[in-house]
């Protein structure tokens, strides 16, 4: 089940980030943080540990980067029920 909670993140790589970002953000599992930015696409960040660990600080640099194009945002239930699919269930169902 998925859960929104504030995340501080940063990127060690990258001198041009500026000070760290603080925002309520989508926990999609213990180390996955999901994002909808009006990118056309739904980011997913991959922690190689769980998020809580790091006491909600999240390194841009440490993570790994699964990428979504959608043509719209996702509700909490939307997000869970993915949270819980297998994939291929998940495509049927948003597949436009």
């Known amino acids: 089940m998925i859960r929104r909670e504030n995340i501080k993140f940063f990127a060690t790589h990258d001198e041009g980030f500026g000070e760290p970002i603080v925002e309520e953000t989508v926990i999609f599992a213990d180390e996955i943080v999901a994002q909808f930015k009006g990118y056309d696409a739904l980011t997913f960040r991959v922690m190689p540990e769980p998020i809580a660990e790091k006491d909600n600080v999240l390194d841009l640099a440490r993570c790994k980067i699964f990428r979504i194009d959608v043509e719209?945002?996702?509700?909490?239930?939307?997000?869970?029920?993915?949270?819980e699919a297998?994939?291929?269930?998940?495509?049927?169902?948003?597949?436009?």
């Open 72 to 83: 719209r945002d996702f509700t909490d239930e939307e997000l869970d029920f993915m949270s």
């Open 86 to 96: 297998k994939f291929v269930d998940v495509v049927r169902r948003f597949a436009k």
